[in-house]
């Protein structure tokens, strides 16, 4: 079956992709499957039907950055078929339906390869019921253990299913912004919905767009080349599949008079909405996406723009971060509302990884990376020697990367560096590495990387034992969840962050977008307890040093100033701040 024109590239892509998974499950070449994935990326974005160059007998799919003899082979293949000899071979061996298993934590390639040949299961269900059967610890180096992980896994991938991480969502929401932008008409485009509050996933993108073009920017949309299936349409909204992930994205038109009310309907939590709704109804109000509108006669009294229905309802404007219905329409009433953290308040990054452990960089290229971004100093923190597979820092080491460190703080670089470590807490609460090396440290992060799955009881004693190490400054990424992949793990946190507090232990928020570890109502329990924090982006390449901008939202999230984040010190203030 031929793929189809007005999908082809998307079609295309998505068979790569779904293809380099499968040959992952079989084992293959890692590079085979790297340029099976580069390929599905670079024709996801490609501006012209493939169909087009390959029918083009001046031109050659080979010029295409990215696209080798091989895969032009395979591409011509699927143009003839819609399928291709390699494909069809995994195929048979493999059903398309076992892809999911590769999202189950636990599960790797070469498992899920003896499961399926050894049981001919094909979906999760029939992971699942062997699981459930006890009949994967009949399998080499398995046991009941891995059961239960199967079981936790498969449960945790079906509850995220459909959900997004905040740096895909913002990813796809600034190429559709700038796609959109360019039609000829249109004035503005603004994301809302969940993306806009900085929740820490998202389920779908929404899009506001204003000016003559507006309706024009609902056909482009749905023309997209990456749109993968048009949902609706009509006059004000299109949506649609979008991507080969498939995020499904509402692009609304609207009449520039009616957008600060929509800003507002599309962005507030449902809860927010309906206690906003409630308020303007007490105030002889009626509230909607058009504006808010008198009870008796329907007059419009505000639609233009969101600061003028707050202050129509007696509230100060609600950044969009806090619209949860968690206190804010009432500290917006009294004016209490908090001076938010920005981005640029940021002065340092204090948890990265170099090449001395598990990072992709120098220490001279993060650091000059880190002054690219504005920064005064950063702390190297590479992982300690629990981390084996992370080639962790024993203490001999440990101590001579530290004297490193201090001499390239010396060399005048334009920023200040700190020797650091992010060292494992072990099962009983002491630290991975001993105190000597620890004292020579300006900085330790304390993290748990390991035994995830003890008894509430146990985990708090295991952080409140490490809290006792005087060293310690920063208890990182402290629920230990991956986001789409790994829960929390659980412990009486409001304890843990007292006993911080109350030693002058700062609770970290991690920025990586697959952790945002401390998320928003855990922040607000520990600022209520008296704790400061550190937002850190834990890089392991230059490049992840960006997502500082993800920690800053959650912690606008949790409420917090500029006041509650040590990292917008000062260099000499920081120091001082920290734990002595």
């Known amino acids: 079956m031929m793929v189809s024109i007005r999908m082809e590239n998307i079609e295309i892509a998505r068979v790569l992709a779904e293809t380099a998974d499968l040959m992952e499950i079989a084992a293959e070449d890692g590079f085979r499957i790297r340029s099976y994935r580069n390929a599905a990326s670079v024709i996801e974005g490609l501006g012209e039907r493939v169909a087009s160059i390959l029918k083009d007998p001046g031109r050659k799919v080979t010029d295409i950055p990215g696209i080798g003899k091989g895969i032009a082979a395979v591409l011509e293949e699927l ?53 459930e059967e006890q009949k994967i610890r009949t399998l080499p180096r398995a046991g009941a253990k891995l059961e239960e992980k199967i079981l936790r896994g498969i449960e945790q991938y079906r509850k995220s299913a459909g959900r997004f991480l905040a ?4 990813q796809t929401a600034e ?55 048009v949902l609706a349409k009509g006059e004000n909204k299109a949506s649609a599949r979008f991507g080969i992930e498939g995020i499904q994205v509402d692009v609304r038109a609207l009449a520039p008079e009616h957008f600060g009310a929509a800003l507002q309907y599309f962005t507030g939590s449902k809860e927010h909405n309906v206690a906003l709704r409630q308020r303007a109804l007490k105030m002889g109000y009626t509230l909607n996406e058009y504006g808010l509108s008198e009870l008796e006669g329907g007059a419009v009294v505000a639609s233009a723009t969101e600061e003028e229905i707050y202050g129509k309802l007696g509230l100060a404007w609600i950044p969009p971060e806090l619209r ?58 590479d992982h300690s020697k629990a981390l084996a597979m992370a080639n962790g ?7 001579a990367f530290a004297e490193r460190v201090r001499g390239m703080d010396q060399e005048g670089l334009g920023i200040r560096v700190l020797s650091g470590i992010e060292c494992d807490i072990l099962r009983d609460g002491r630290m991975d590495l001993g105190d000597e090396a ?14 995830m799955n003890l008894s509430s009881e146990e985990m708090t004693e295991r952080y409140l034992r490490c809290l006792e190490n005087p060293f310690v400054k920063v208890i990182g990424h402290p629920t230990g969840r991956v986001l789409l992949h790994r829960d929390a793990f659980v412990y009486n ?16 928020i991690n920025a990586s977008p697959e952790r945002l570890d401390l998320h928003a109502t855990l922040i ?17 390449h230059p490049k992840h040093m960006a997502n500082m901008q993800y920690g800053v939202r959650m912690a606008r999230r949790g409420w917090l100033t500029r006041g509650d984040v040590l990292n917008t010190l000062p260099y000499e203030e920081f120091r001082s701040a920290l734990r002595k």
Not at 439 to 446: G, K, Y
Not at 493 to 508: Q, S, W
Not at 531 to 539: E, L, N, R, V
């Open 524 to 540: 607000r329990m520990a600022k209520a307890k008296g704790c400061k924090f550190t937002i850190s982006t834990d890089a392991h």
């Open 393 to 399: 820092l024993n203490e001999e080491r440990t101590i």
């Open 167 to 170: 740096n895909f969502a913002q």
């Open 438 to 451: 620890l004292s020579q440290l300006d900085f330790v992060v304390a993290s748990v990387h390991s035994y």
């Open 175 to 229: 190429e559709l912004v700038t796609f959109l932008g360019a039609v000829p008409g249109v004035e503005r485009v603004t994301p809302a919905g969940s993306f806009r509050r900085a929740k820490d996933t998202v389920g779908d993108l929404d899009l506001l767009v204003t000016g003559p073009g507006a309706e024009a920017a609902l056909d482009a949309f749905a023309g997209h080349t990456k749109v993968q299936e």
């Open 324 to 381: 949860e219905n968690q206190g804010e329409i009432e500290a917006a009433e009294k004016g209490l509302l908090p001076e938010l953290l920005t981005l640029a308040d940021m002065r340092g990054d204090l948890h990265m990884h170099t090449r001395e452990s598990d990072g992709r960089a120098t220490l001279e290229e993060m650091a000059e990376t880190a002054r690219g971004h504005g920064y005064g100093y950063i702390a190297i923190t």
């Open 493 to 508: 946190f409001e304890t843990v962050a007292a006993e911080a507090a109350r030693r002058g232990v700062a609770m970290e």
């Open 79 to 131: 143009e003839e078929r819609g399928t291709f000899a390699r494909r069809d071979e995994l195929l048979e061996k493999y059903p398309p339906t076992a892809l999911e298993m590769l999202h189950i934590q636990g599960l790797g390639p070469k498992t899920i390869a003896l499961l399926i040949e050894t049981f001919r299961i094909s979906t999760l269900d029939d992971l699942k019921r062997l699981a």
